[in-house]
């Protein structure tokens, strides 16, 4: 039976099983390879990007149109829905949730917009609490709430052989790339209130990986929480770096490890590490819901 409340995210977030199981609308963003445009998921692979890269073929990304956004709205209005709960990625490093909140203003029914201020597993693991706290019976604003009060507390690190590929798409300065290559620095980065900042500068990718995961098992402490390792064209690096913060963190039941999406692919550059440490949020809607004006109001 189909939920009252729609629950609908980008392609950046969700990858195409896991929308089945949590029954997530998907609206795809596009990866231009050379002249060539692809919606994700549907031409574009990771490996397809991680190719082109390596291989200095043009490679671009675009956001969907609040048009898309709109038609996705009101067939989840002709289906049944009396109201959308809509996450997507930081508005800092993509229009993705501009599109959805101009499409939500013209919607004929009511939608919340969440934007994440994360990136790929951590806008997902708030998709994945939305959608349960959807199954346990939250309205379509408690959802929203529980949603952005999950992103909030999450600790998303990651490593990059090079900044170049950020440079590119504008997600880092120019000067700060330019000095990173110049010195040779492998650079640990976070997403801090929905930008990309540098957290550190080191010598080499063991040393990185390395401090990454000591800043990934500090984050998580003795709490309960839920970890994702991503990587671009790095699956023995994924696999051995989830190995050791399961390891490391005996609360975990597993890691989830998974392989980017073309879109972040593309700014990301091949050999990139992830990891994401979210904490688990209280089950009842209304401390979730309190914790989320809490953070607006800060």
Known sequence: MPRAVALVSDSTSVHAELAQRLDVIIVP???????KAYDEGSGASPET???ALKARTPVSTSRPSPEA?????ERASKDGADAVVSVHLSSE???TFDSAELAARRASIPVYVVDSRQ?????????????EALDRGADAEEAAAVASSRAAAMTALFYVDTLEHLRRGGRVGTTAALLG??????PLLKVEDG??????????????LNRMQELAVAAAGDEDVDVAVSHLANAAGAEALASQLKERLPQLDHVVVTQVGAVIGAHVGPGMLAVVVAPRQPQRLDEATDSAQEDDSG
């Open 49 to 51: 990007v991680a190719a």
């Open 195 to 208: 930008c990309i900042v540098a957290l550190e500068k080191v010598r080499t990718s063991a040393k990185a």
């Open 93 to 95: 490093v993509s229009g």
């Open 181 to 186: 290559s110049a010195l040779a620095v492998k």
């Open 119 to 131: 990136l790929g597993m951590a806008t997902g693991f708030a998709v994945q609490s939305a959608a």
């Open 69 to 73: 956004f709109l038609r996705v709205y």
């Open 29 to 35: 963003l596009q990866v231009i390879i050379g002249t």
